[in-house]
Structure formats: C-alpha cells, structure tokens
C-alpha cells in the first residue's frame, strides 16, 4: 500500500521559490512514474511536472512539464530517500494553488492524465502575493 506525504508549501511573494518533497512509503518507489498536479477550487486538475522512473533502456529519468512550469520549475527524485522533489523558481500569483504528488506504475497513457494516477498525497498549499 503506497502512501505519499508532501511537504514544503507556504507563502512567498511573487518572484520568490519555494521547494516541495513528497515522501514515498510502503512500495518500491523507484519503479513508479511520479508527478505533480495543482487545483484551485471551481479549475481542473492541473498536471505541474512528471519524471519516469529510474533506469531501464534510458540514461536517466525522462521528465515533462505544464506549459505553466516550463523554464520555472523542475521535477527531480531520490531513489535513496524515496522522495520526489518540485522545485518553483519565479513565482507568480497565478501559481497559488494546492499542490498533489501522485504516483502511478509505467504506461503508455500521457503524462497528466489525471485518473491514470492511483495514488495521491493530502496537498500543500502555495500562495503566492
């Protein structure tokens, strides 16, 4: 049973960063695909960031981006430490949402799609001002 923690949220004013983790227990974590979605309320879920699992045929893990995230944020994990990272750089006030990490074993479905993630942390509010 794959339980996940995320931590890290807060306020910050506008061009400031902020760093979240997601602890990942219960499973082996290195074979899930991991991401990162946002809500506000009355919005769709919002795929933030997505990185693959560690190895197989590839050098490293492959990573994909929201439109929103692209050039700002970057997805990173530590198989170590069982825990995925987001790290939010020039943050603007149309970043403020709560924050998800999921979890989901490899397919060929898209990135940020939603429903094919199985497993959800409790969110992590970011306001930004």
């Known amino acids: 049973h794959v339980q996940l923690v995320e931590s890290g949220g807060g306020s910050v004013q506008a061009g400031g960063s902020l760093s979240l983790s997601c602890v990942v227990s219960g499973d082996t974590y290195s074979t899930y695909c991991m991401a990162w979605f946002r809500e506000v309320p009355g919005k769709e879920r919002e795929g933030v960031a997505y990185?693959?699992?560690?190895?197989?045929?590839?050098?490293?893990?492959?990573?994909f981006y929201g439109d929103s995230a692209k050039g700002r944020f970057t997805i990173s994990r530590n198989n170590a430490k069982n825990t995925v990272y987001l790290e939010m750089n020039s943050l603007k006030p149309q970043d403020s949402a709560m924050y998800y990490c999921?979890?989901?074993?490899?397919?060929?479905?898209?990135?940020?799609?939603?429903?094919?993630?199985?497993?959800w942390g409790q969110g992590t509010q970011v306001t930004v001002s």
């Open positions: 999921a979890a989901r074993r490899p397919s060929s479905v898209v990135w940020d799609r939603a429903p094919e993630f199985g497993v």
């Open positions: 990185i693959s699992p560690s190895g197989g045929m590839t050098s490293g893990e492959l990573t």
